[in-house]
């Protein structure tokens, strides 16, 4: 099955057709996840303005906190394209210290999101206040949970590539959870320009 | 497919300049808001261009999507999936339009 | 919460269900221990990867649900039969129309189709296996389990009753306090994860596994639409899994969503419902569109007529069927601008589905046409969904629909296009393929009967309706006045539903017939195929294919036959082969349970199901299980029984 049709210098992850297979499909998941926060957006911009004379977020949201959260989640996008890098080159080493520095920014984006998220509900926006602030948490929170889900997923997968080193299985695994990374970035490049900038500025 | 040497053996200027790109736009974004003094439809078309453009840059030179031997599939997928978002998001936004000026 | 508020009590209907479900509970396992066959089917069946036995599962369920789901419809129709009649009271009719279409749409209809794909795709693309068996297991199972969970509602906690729309403020908490609108939500939004999966696997197995030589526009028509299918499943379920989402939250964890309350919007349930509802038709529609085009030329002993066009207006259809969802909702007042676009989007529409019948029809055109069972659904299809699609343009007028919407014109309307549309073709398709699945035909005699009891009634049944509904009567009201006027149309409509009724249960009986008396297939190719599947052996051996075919053109095993190249030696060589898993049968079981807790808002029960769910993936992650190969002796052995 797994047909030798590749140069040696293809990258590991393409070397199996396991591997071409999955990236395929992993990029296909994505397309029916831009459908998934398409949605939420729509659901978002229906209901917003829609307050029920609870806070409403031009007071809440604050530039600061949006600008960090912002170039946390940007870094940690960069330093996992590094990792790729480093990774086709088979420098296990570099692999490992960019993944780590990028599950160290994305924690602490998770924090400061947590964060903002227990002010909010403190000032008297919590998600059963009002259908904007239901459609903002869920927004919000779905992509937190992505982040949250993907540095589990991607934590799992440095134990397998300490026991098994950089094989095709393990570098495919680690391809596909950086293109999650990425996307995951993409999404909150959206959430930055349409929920926070656009909530401040309108 | 994809080619180590070419790509790999190097300093990664791609990323870095995609990198330094994403923040520029963000803080370009974040000028067109605001300092730029345009009008609201102004901005929203603006900063909601620059996140498209962001996004491809993500696409393009993070995630290597026209890279592999499925680049046109990938591709493709993704562009569909562009169709859909907007269908879905510019189709509630109009169609719910009216139900708002009801309440 | 008190014993008899869990279970649903106080009617001798449920108390019947209740006894024969336990009932059949033990007789299975009665059955089972007694013959020892609890191994037997742990091994073969409830940890297989194979997309044959896995489609097997999903026929034999859509099966099940299509007799449940049945047997509500026959209910409604007792009830509809005279005015005033006191058979079941408004509840109970609301409950039962509203499992009736989500069951027959959802557990029934998709899962049909699914199975036939999951037998036949990678069969007529030369494929060892789809490109994700373990996957596809996790499908099924998921869509078990939450079917399971879906129909366990009507005897524990109460059944939904807000129809299979699920319309807020109906749906609501206000309106629908009970538990049931909850199992509506949980028991899809599990199944949907199966079906989402199933759209990415069949996506990529039809771009990469397609045998050597086969370009994508000489695929088999059932495989295009089988492709096209997939596309729309992967964009529009994530859909529904968010409107599901917004609406549990709404429910669960107070928030304003779909609320009159606190800025929430009912009519943006409507909206997304359809976002999701309409692609949703045309996911049941198309790979039953490819299955007639299939049977009409393997029958005509013609190619298809205008294949290329086929698969274009199937292209168009795929992007046109996102943008049409409004004509649901008319007359919700959305506005003129916002009506008439989507108005002349259903019309363009009707226009590559009216190119297709007469592809249909020049593919007839002076064949040579054999009248199989098969080829008589097939046949039946044509004039029957025209008569729904005519009906479709009517409704598409968005003016015109102030009058039509909501009253039976609309019922008869789905109903043509869903029965003599999907329906027909899983009968049709189950006849086709069947020797593909259990190595024997159906009885052709007994499929006739079926055909024509069943043909002859569902016309019946559905035409006068269209007329009662131009006479006024609206649809789900559970009963109506003497001075209406409409009994003698609603008479006829039973009588119709009765006939159904007879045909089916002549095809449960053709199935257990057939299993016992029908020759066993000796060649693989009983119908004079024209396409891969029809080259394996019979029986199909676990990994297909021998060697790998290879593929000059449309019509592959045609062309093979017509050169002789169809029964070629040559040696084999070992085939790798997926292990089977146990994994997704108890994840999903994990689902099932994580649902029922969230359905009863037992938070501890929802957690640990979940953890179960995540240890399960946890354990797969860690699994590098890299299946096997079969030996050239085991091959030669498999291969022996075909000659
Ligand atoms: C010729 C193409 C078709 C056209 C123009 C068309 C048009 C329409 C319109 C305008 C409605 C809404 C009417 C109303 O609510 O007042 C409708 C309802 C419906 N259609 Fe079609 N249709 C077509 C084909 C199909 C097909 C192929 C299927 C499924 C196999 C289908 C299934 C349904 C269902 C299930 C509903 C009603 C759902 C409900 O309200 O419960 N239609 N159709
Ligand atoms: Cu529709």
Redesign the interface.
């Known amino acids: ?1 797994d047909a030798v049709e ?2 040696p ?3 590991l992850e ?1 070397q199996s057709e396991t591997g ?6 992993f ?10 926060f ?6 978002y ?3 917003d303005g ?3 004379g ?1 806070p409403v977020p031009a007071e809440l949201f604050e ?1 600061k906190g949006v ?1 960090i959260e ?2 946390l989640l ?2 940690s ?2 330093t ?3 990792a790729i ?1 480093y990774m ?2 088979h420098s296990l080493k570099g692999l490992f210290l960019w993944i780590g520095i990028t599950l160290a920014l994305g924690l602490s984006f998770l924090g400061f999101e947590i964060y903002e998220f227990v002010h909010y509900i403190h000032e008297g926006a919590a ?6 602030w ?2 903002f ?2 927004l919000t929170g779905t992509h937190g949970a992505h982040v949250a889900m993907g540095i589990a997923w991607i934590a ?2 440095l134990i ?1 590539l300490k026991q ?1 080193g950089l094989t095709p ?1 393990t570098s495919r ?1 680690v391809f596909i959870s ?2 999650y990374w ?2 995951l ?2 999404v909150w ?2 959430i ?3 929920v926070y ?2 909530g ?3 | 497919m994809a080619n180590n040497e070419q790509t790999h053996s190097h300093f990664p200027w791609s990323h870095v300049i995609g990198f330094a790109l994403s923040i520029i736009l963000t803080l370009f974004a974040l000028w067109v808001g605001f300092e730029s003094g345009l009008s609201n439809t102004m901005i929203v078309v603006v900063v909601v261009g620059l996140a498209l453009i962001q996004a491809t840059i993500q696409l393009v030179m993070f995630m290597h999507m026209t890279e592999s031997e499925d680049s046109k599939y990938q591709t493709g997928t993704i562009l569909y999936a562009l169709f859909i978002a907007i269908a879905v998001v510019v189709g509630t936004i109009w169609v719910m339009s009216f139900g708002m000026s009801h309440m | 919460m008190k014993w008899d508020e869990f279970f649903v009590t106080g009617d001798p209907l449920i108390y019947g269900a209740d006894v024969s479900i336990a009932l059949t509970l033990i007789g299975v396992i009665f059955v089972l221990t007694y013959f020892k066959k609890w191994k037997w089917l742990w091994t073969e069946w409830l940890t297989t990867v194979d997309h044959k036995k896995l489609g097997i599962m999903y026929v034999m369920a859509a099966v099940m649900m299509l007799f449940r789901g049945g047997v509500d419809a026959l209910l409604m129709r007792a009830q509809l039969t005279v005015p005033d009649a006191g058979f079941l009271d408004s509840t109970h009719y609301n409950e039962i129309f509203t499992t009736h279409g989500t069951i027959m749409i959802i557990f029934m209809a998709m899962p049909f189709l699914i199975g036939l794909m999951n037998v036949v795709i990678p069969l007529q693309i030369g494929a060892r296996d789809v490109a994700y068996p373990f996957l596809n297991a996790v499908s099924f199972w998921t869509f078990f389990m939450g079917a399971m969970l879906f129909n366990i509602s009507f005897v524990i906690g109460g059944s939904p009753s807000a129809g299979w729309t699920s319309y807020v403020p109906l749906a609501g908490l206000e309106l629908s306090p009970s538990v049931g609108q909850n199992y509506y939500l949980l028991g899809l939004q599990i199944a949907g994860i199966g079906t989402l999966l199933t759209g990415i696997n069949f996506l990529v197995t039809i771009l990469k596994m397609r045998a050597p030589g086969m370009k994508l526009m000489q695929m088999p028509i059932f495989t295009w639409s089988s492709l096209i299918t997939s596309v729309i499943i992967v964009f529009a379920f994530p859909v529904l899994t968010v409107a599901l989402a917004l609406m549990t939250f709404d429910r669960l964890f107070g928030s304003h969503f779909f609320t009159l309350m606190d800025g929430g919007m009912p009519m943006l349930w409507a909206n997304l419902f359809w976002i999701w509802g309409h692609p949703e038709v045309y996911i049941v529609i198309l790979p039953a569109f490819g299955m007639f085009s299939e049977i009409i030329s393997t029958f005509a002993r013609k190619t298809l007529f205008g294949y290329k066009a086929m698969v274009y207006s199937m292209v168009v259809i795929a992007g046109l069927s996102f943008l049409v969802w409004v004509h649901h909702f008319f007359t919700m007042g959305a506005g003129g601008a916002v009506n008439s676009f989507f108005s002349i989007t259903t019309m363009l529409i009707a226009v590559p589905t009216g190119v297709k019948i007469f592809n249909w029809l020049f593919t007839l055109y002076k064949g040579r046409i054999k009248f199989t069972t098969a080829m008589l659904w097939s046949l039946a299809f044509i004039p029957n969904f025209v008569i729904g699609g005519v009906t479709g343009v009517m409704l598409a007028m968005a003016a015109a629909d102030y009058q039509y919407h909501n009253t039976y014109f609309l019922v008869a309307h789905f109903h043509y296009v869903l029965i003599s549309g999907t329906v027909y073709a899983c009968f049709a398709g189950l006849h086709f393929w069947y020797p593909k699945m259990f190595n024997h035909r159906l009885n052709e005699k007994l499929g006739k009967w079926t055909f024509w009891i069943f043909v002859a009634g569902f016309n019946l049944c559905f035409f006068p309706m269209y007329f009662l509904g131009l006479a006024g009567m609206p649809r789900r009201v559970y009963t109506y006045g003497a001075a209406d006027g409409w009994m003698s149309l609603n008479v006829l409509a039973t009588m119709g539903g009765v006939l159904m009724g007879i045909g089916f249960l002549i095809l449960v009986y053709n199935i257990y017939f057939s299993f016992r008396y029908s020759p066993r297939e000796t060649t693989g190719d009983p119908w004079d195929g024209r396409t891969l599947e029809w080259a394996t052996a019979a029986p199909v051996p676990f990994y297909n294919f021998a060697h790998v075919p290879e593929v000059k053109g449309h019509d592959a095993y045609w062309i093979a036959k017509k050169e002789g190249r169809a029964k070629e030696k040559k040696p084999y060589k070992p085939i790798h082969m997926p292990s089977n898993s146990g994994v997704p049968v108890i994840m999903s079981t994990f689902f099932f349970i994580s649902g029922f807790g969230m359905v009863f808002s037992w938070h501890w029960m929802s957690i640990a199901g979940l953890i179960g769910v995540l240890a399960t993936m946890v354990i797969r992650s860690f699994d590098y299980d890299k299946g096997f190969y079969v030996s050239v002796e085991e091959i030669e052995k498999h291969e022996q029984t075909t000659e």
């Not at chain 1, 071409?20 to 499909?25: A, Q």
């Not at chain 1, 398409?38 to 659901?43: D, E, K, P, Q, W």
């Open positions: 099955m590749h140069s210098n293809t990258p393409y071409r297979l999955n990236i395929l499909g990029w296909i998941f994505l397309g029916a996840e831009i459908a998934l398409s949605t939420l957006f729509a659901t911009f229906v209901l829609r307050t029920a609870g530039v600008l912002t170039f940007l870094t996008s960069f996992c394209g590094l890098h086709r080159r998600l059963t206040t009002s259908a904007y239901s459609a948490f869920v799992l997968i397998q098994r299985d695994k950086s293109l990425h996307f970035d993409v490049i959206f930055f320009t349409a900038l656009l401040m500025v309108m």
